[in-house]
């Protein structure tokens, strides 16, 4: 089930808007989102760019997100 009004700001690209919708559909109805962050945002090799970038992502959603302890997971919550 994919939203049709998504909580994003429009300066997204489409890849973002695209995972976005799948993480809010997946806390919608799990509570929770999980996935490992590189495949997230792809073409990013700096792990804490790629953590940046996916904070950025979270905070553009209204979504928190944390991550496990060596940050190759990330977890967001409504």
């Known amino acids: 089930m994919l939203?049709?009004?998504i909580k994003t700001s429009n300066d997204l690209n489409p890849l973002e808007i695209e995972s976005i919708?799948?993480?809010?559909?997946e806390v919608k109805v799990n509570g929770f989102y999980s996935n490992y962050c590189a495949n997230l945002i792809r073409g990013i090799d700096?792990?804490?760019?790629l953590?940046?970038?996916i904070?950025?992502?979270?905070s553009k959603a209204l979504l928190r997100v944390t991550f496990n302890a060596d940050k190759t997971i990330c977890i967001f919550e409504d």
């Open 21 to 25: 919708d799948i993480i809010l559909s």
């Open 3 to 5: 939203f049709k009004d």
């Open 46 to 49: 700096n792990n804490d760019t």
């Open 55 to 58: 904070q950025l992502m979270a």
């Open 51 to 53: 953590i940046s970038e």
